[in-house]
């Protein structure tokens, strides 16, 4: 005889941190479905944000100068989930606030100040069979002109247990950083941990400077 239904939440939340040799943030979220469970069609209220720092040179009146900033987001975001057979839609819009605060001031840097901006999100989940799965996530805000995509592409070497690689672009005002890499994820029925490393850089201009070691973790539960 077949078992119970697994009880889903109405909601999860999500708490992460991403670093690498010169930045590092810390992030978190809740999403909730008011009228069903996490799996289920329908609507979704999200609300997140983070807080990072990052350093970077450049030279300015003949001189090499190191800048330190720091960074922080939040948003506010009302979407929807449908699914396709194996495929699972989130389609999401809202309103996203980015600051960024370098010392000393950059003259060269736009990225200075707080910017507020409307915010698009997609997210993509496919299941290829029993064992393999592939997500992409999408993002564009006016916020500095930010944008990103992610794509993973896993296989279940246990019920439990995917292994899988991944690649990034992110993008702003300032230019578009590229990262790949493999991740491990155990996932059970209310949640899921995920750890990822591998090589990020600058994307297009620099595209041989790929070589910035990074790492990221990531904690999801419903409740």
């Known amino acids: ?50 807080y990072g720092q990052y350093s970077y040179s450049g030279t300015r009146n003949g001189e090499k100068v190191r800048f330190n900033a720091t960074t922080n987001y939040a948003e506010a975001l009302v979407g929807y989930l449908k699914t396709f057979g194996p495929l699972t839609v989130k389609a999401f819009a809202g309103v996203a606030m980015i600051e960024h605060d370098i010392t000393p001031f950059d003259p060269d840097n ?37 944008s990103a995509a992610h794509i993973r592409t896993g296989y279940r070497v246990f019920d439990d247990v995917s292994i899988g690689l991944e690649g990034a672009i992110n993008a702003n005002t ?42 990221t973790v990531n904690w999801l539960t419903q409740f």
Do not use: C
């Open 1 to 50: 005889m077949a078992g119970p239904e697994p009880e889903y939440g109405w909601g999860e939340t999500w708490v992460g941190a991403d670093a690498s040799s010169q930045t590092w943030l810390l992030f978190s979220g809740v999403t909730v479905a008011p009228y069903g469970h996490v799996y289920s069609e329908g609507l979704r209220l999200r609300a997140s944000g983070g």
């Open 110 to 146: 736009p990225l200075q100040g707080q910017k507020v901006g409307p915010k698009l999100a997609g997210e993509f989940w496919l299941n290829m069979g029993p064992s393999a799965w592939s997500s992409v996530d999408l993002s564009w805000t006016s916020a500095y002109s930010t």
């Open 174 to 215: 300032m230019g578009e950083d590229a990262r790949g890499g493999l991740f491990v994820r155990y996932a059970w029925t209310t949640g899921e941990v995920s750890l990822a490393g591998g090589f990020s850089g600058r994307f297009l201009d620099e595209a041989d400077a790929i070589r910035d070691p990074y790492a």
